[in-house]
């Protein structure tokens, strides 16, 4: 399985439930993690974008970019970089501090 096939099979899961729905599975999957915020959630949103997440094919990790480039005073920072998550908020946060250090690093 791919990673946009297991995206899509999640996405789909809850395709049918409304937004609704869908927080208080949030609140309740919290609460079972010992987090509890069932009365406290004021606002909420849902995005809806599967199809806004890409396929991971065997041999693509080699052609995302380092965060170090060759030229001086330039990092690449972004999801699409090479980092240990996929393209995500996640993956994002760990290449903008990556590349943030590759600059502090060559000063």
């Given at each position: 399985?791919?990673v946009?096939?297991?995206i899509h099979k999640f996405?789909g899961f809850?395709?049918e439930?409304v937004?609704?729905?869908?927080v208080?599975?949030?609140?309740?999957?919290?609460k079972?993690?010992?987090i509890?915020v069932?009365?406290?959630v004021?606002n909420?949103?849902?995005?809806r974008?599967?199809?806004?997440f890409?396929?991971l094919?065997p041999?693509?990790?080699?052609?995302?970019p380092?965060?170090?480039?060759?030229?001086?005073g330039?990092?690449?920072?972004?999801?699409y970089?090479?980092?240990s998550?996929?393209?995500?908020?996640?993956g994002?946060v760990v290449?903008?501090?990556?590349?943030?250090e590759?600059?502090i690093?060559r000063r």
């Amino acid at each position: 399985m791919n990673v946009e096939s297991g995206i899509h099979k999640f996405v789909g899961f809850y395709s049918e439930y409304v937004n609704a729905e869908i927080v208080a599975a949030v609140v309740a999957d919290l609460k079972r993690q010992g987090i509890d915020v069932e009365g406290r959630v004021t606002n909420s949103v849902v995005v809806r974008h599967a199809s806004e997440f890409y396929c991971l094919e065997p041999g693509s990790e080699e052609l995302r970019p380092y965060q170090r480039t060759s030229i001086p005073g330039l990092a690449l920072a972004g999801d699409y970089t090479r980092q240990s998550h996929i393209c995500s908020m996640e993956g994002a946060v760990v290449s903008g501090r990556r590349a943030a250090e590759t600059l502090i690093d060559r000063r």
